[in-house]
């Protein structure tokens, strides 16, 4: 990769992450319409294997085969930046890209310790959906969870208001009723985020969408995070214990993991 790479360069471009298992791409039209309108806010034209689902699917499961990847859960990482030309102003609105596939590491079913986050705050704009190179709050964060030795760490927006996991969306249950923070809090539109909205509305679950402080959190009867390698619930936050299993849960994991 040039040193001229808008995206090393200038931020110019972004990254999605998808799950191979089961002998397939899990969500893959969803990532592709989240792809898609990333490129269009960033004003990149499309690359060609992102207009065709199928020759996307088959490219990605040719890479997996050809590393002879034969773990069972594959992470797919799809880097998209602006082709080289210009400085701050583009040449050009052609796109380049780079799929990268590894195995999936083992991840814990449960976040034990989970903290809040009191540093960089989280904004929302028309870019903070999707995932992208500038993303200096989340090394921040990331910093802070390990320095004080948590599994989890809970961002917050400008306003105070709850946003999201430093890697992962952000639910919990009261009284039996699913809460989870607006998007306008600045955190990703996560696909599988996505995803349990609807099952919650195949199983008539009452969703709250909104802006919730910390006391709404440490008030539920059970939290959980969700991104593309499942869900997993919290146990202890801010020194508060928590339920490790809820029938929500479980009906939820059956329709979205399945």
């Known amino acids: 990769m040039s040193y001229d790479n808008r995206g090393f360069q200038y931020n110019d471009g972004f990254f999605d992450t998808l799950i191979f298992t089961n002998k397939h791409l899990r969500f893959l039209p969803d990532h592709l319409e989240r792809m898609q309108r990333a490129l269009r806010v960033l004003g990149i034209n499309s690359p060609d294997l992102l207009r065709n689902e199928k020759s996307l699917n088959e490219s990605i499961i040719n890479l997996i085969q050809k590393c002879e990847l034969s773990t069972t859960v594959v992470r797919v990482k799809i880097n998209i930046w602006r082709k080289a030309g210009g400085l ?73 208001n709850i946003s999201e996991c430093l890697v992962a969306n952000l639910f919990w249950i009261k009284n039996n009723q699913v809460f989870t923070p607006a998007l306008e809090t600045g955190c990703i539109a996560g696909v599988m985020r996505l995803n349990i909205l609807r099952a919650c509305q195949m199983l008539r679950l009452e969703v709250q969408e909104g802006f919730f402080k910390q006391p709404d959190l440490l008030a539920a009867d059970f939290i959980l995070t969700s991104n593309v390698t499942g869900l997993r619930p919290i146990l202890a936050l801010a020194g508060q214990q928590f339920a490790d299993q809820h029938p929500i849960l479980s009906a939820l994991e059956k329709l979205v993991l399945a």
Not at 104 to 128: E, H, M
Not at 148 to 153: N, V
């Open 88 to 160: 701050f102003t583009p040449d050009l609105e052609d796109s380049e890209m780079l799929i990268s596939v590894q195995p999936q590491t083992s991840i814990p079913p449960i976040i034990r310790q989970a903290g809040f986050y009191n540093g960089l705050p989280n904004r929302f704009t028309p870019f903070s959906f999707f995932k992208g190179p500038y993303a200096l709050h989340y090394v921040q964060a990331g910093l802070a969870k390990k320095k004080i030795g948590l599994d989890e760490i809970i961002l917050m927006d400008e306003q105070g």
